[in-house]
């Protein structure tokens, strides 16, 4: 039999797991501490974009395509004087149901049928962190530019 050993941090918890992946069959694994998945496949992006042009504002959407793609789209709408820049991003096995749960939950800030949010960035980062039970995987201030995984 052949395997493999991984050390992995739990996305979640962030306590260190020991793994060995054989080429048996078995369930996914999940974290030695809280027990929740230590890996998924990832279908898209739940992502929080700003604009200059609209302080105070964030936009909270999802894609299930190249994200740099989806901004330049968004970006390129003649209604908008200034790009989009990528905030944060979480990479998302199930991102428009994530997209959708973080909506609801900020209801009460959000412009009527629409994607944007009137909340400060740093604390739509940390509810949609808490939300999703995740950190992100990219924060402009910490990271700088975006790019494509």
Excluded: W
């Amino acid at each position: 039999m052949q395997a493999v050993l991984i050390l992995a941090e739990c996305p979640s918890c962030h306590v260190s797991n020991r793994l060995t992946i054989s080429d048996r069959k078995c369930t996914p694994p999940r974290c030695g501490r809280c027990k929740r998945p230590l890996f998924f496949v990832v279908h898209g992006y739940v992502y929080l974009l700003s604009n200059p042009a609209m302080p105070g504002v964030v936009k909270i959407g999802h894609t299930r395509g190249a994200l740099k793609s989806r901004v330049d789209q968004l970006s390129s709408a003649t209604g908008i004087p200034r790009p989009f820049e990528i905030e944060a991003v979480f990479m998302s096995e199930k991102p428009r149901e994530e997209e959708q749960l973080i909506h609801q939950a900020l209801s009460d800030c959000r412009a009527p049928g629409r994607e944007f949010f009137a909340i400060p960035l740093n604390d739509a980062l940390h509810k949609c962190a808490d939300l999703l039970q995740r950190d992100p995987q990219f924060v402009r201030q910490f990271d700088g530019d975006f790019s494509e995984p």
